[in-house]
């Protein structure tokens, strides 16, 4: 079952109207190339992502980096 914080960044990247795809492009841009795939497992609580990624959905989701942290198991 996803966590609480897992399931926000879903919420907030819908709610800035963007695709899993279109913050992949977003996160490659900001030095953390990832895949579509690994942020779906991200937003579903299956992976946790490593500290540079964090920081960079931190920054452009407007989200805490520790809550990204706990976003999965």
Same mark, same amino acid.
């Given at each position: 079952? @996803? =966590?609480? @914080? @897992? =399931?926000?960044?879903?919420? #907030? *990247?819908? *709610?800035? $109207?963007?695709?899993?795809?279109?913050? @992949?492009?977003?996160?490659?841009?900001? $030095?953390?190339? #990832?895949?579509? =795939?690994?942020? =779906? /497992?991200?937003?579903?609580? /299956?992976?946790?992502?490593?500290?540079?990624? *964090?920081? #960079?959905?931190? $920054?452009?989701?407007?989200?805490?980096?520790?809550?990204?942290?706990? $976003?999965?198991?």
């Amino acid at each position: 079952m @996803a =966590s609480e @914080a @897992a =399931s926000q960044l879903k919420h #907030v *990247r819908l *709610r800035r $109207g963007m695709t899993l795809q279109e913050l @992949a492009d977003k996160c490659a841009a900001g $030095g953390a190339p #990832v895949t579509e =795939s690994a942020l =779906s /497992r991200i937003e579903r609580g /299956r992976h946790t992502p490593r500290p540079k990624l *964090r920081a #960079v959905l931190a $920054g452009l989701l407007d989200l805490d980096f520790d809550e990204i942290q706990r $976003g999965a198991a």
